[in-house]
């Protein structure tokens, strides 16, 4: 097996779906994570996908296609009384990417556990 890497991609929910979109109509197999949080508190997804060192590449302009930066107005919390209570341009969308190497892959594929059952 070639060497492995995996993408790890931090994007908007909004972003998500289309990037999955994006990958797998590239015949990339990719797995999603809805997260919460950030400056914004808006949700979030976690896409990973595992490639080999090839692809990567690839992979990375699926994301930058697809995950856009944009402004938006953003209005701070009350009680929050560090920032302005006026809404805020904020630049938002885009993704923070990891690119991670991988020493060893199993696929479990059927695996059925076998279940001993102590009878009296």
């Known amino acids: 097996m070639d060497e492995m890497k995996l993408v790890l991609a931090i994007v908007q929910a909004r972003d998500a779906d ?54 938006e107005l953003w209005w701070p919390l009350v009680g929050e009384p560090h920032l302005s209570t006026s809404a805020i341009e904020v630049e938002v969308g885009g993704a923070v990417v990891f690119v991670l190497p991988i020493e060893r892959v199993e696929r479990l594929r059927g695996a059925a556990a076998r279940v001993e059952v102590n009878r009296r």
């Open 18 to 71: 289309l990037l999955l979109d994006g990958l797998v109509s590239a015949g990339f197999g990719a797995t999603r994570i809805n997260s919460f949080g950030g400056f914004l508190r808006r949700g979030n997804a976690v896409v990973l996908v595992l490639v080999d060192r090839e692809r990567v590449q690839w992979v990375l302009r699926i994301i930058r296609q697809r995950c856009r930066t944009r402004t």
